[in-house]
């Protein structure tokens, strides 16, 4: 099982308002890969509520393999979300390992 970690932070110009839009929104973007490309075990975006988290948002992920993982990476609707989280994040921090 590989594991793959996510987070992100908004971009600061973005208003209060803005900023709740576009998490919901790569929350639904990023969600909805889970059933369109095989090998995805996990998916799921979580949005910080926390004071003590210095990122906006985090996205929790596992595949069967390192090829699935690849696979969703260069898959059609990971790239069109991808383009929509790059417009709205920066800081973007990942981190992927296989499971043991």
């Given at each position: 099982m590989v594991n793959h970690i996510v987070l992100w932070n908004l971009n600061e110009e973005l208003?209060?308002?803005?900023?709740k839009e576009a998490a919901l929104?790569?929350?639904s973007?990023?969600?909805a890969i889970k059933d369109a490309v095989a090998g995805v075990v996990l998916l799921e975006l979580q949005i910080n509520e926390a004071d003590s988290s210095n990122r906006?948002?985090?996205l929790i992920?596992?595949?069967e393999s390192w090829e699935a993982l690849q696979n969703y990476?260069?898959?059609p609707e990971h790239v069109a979300a991808g383009k929509y989280v790059r417009s709205?994040?920066?800081n973007r921090s990942c981190f992927d390992y296989e499971e043991k």
């Open positions: 208003t209060e308002s803005e900023r929104e790569i929350k973007r990023l969600e906006d948002i985090a992920s596992k595949f990476q260069v898959s709205v994040t920066c």
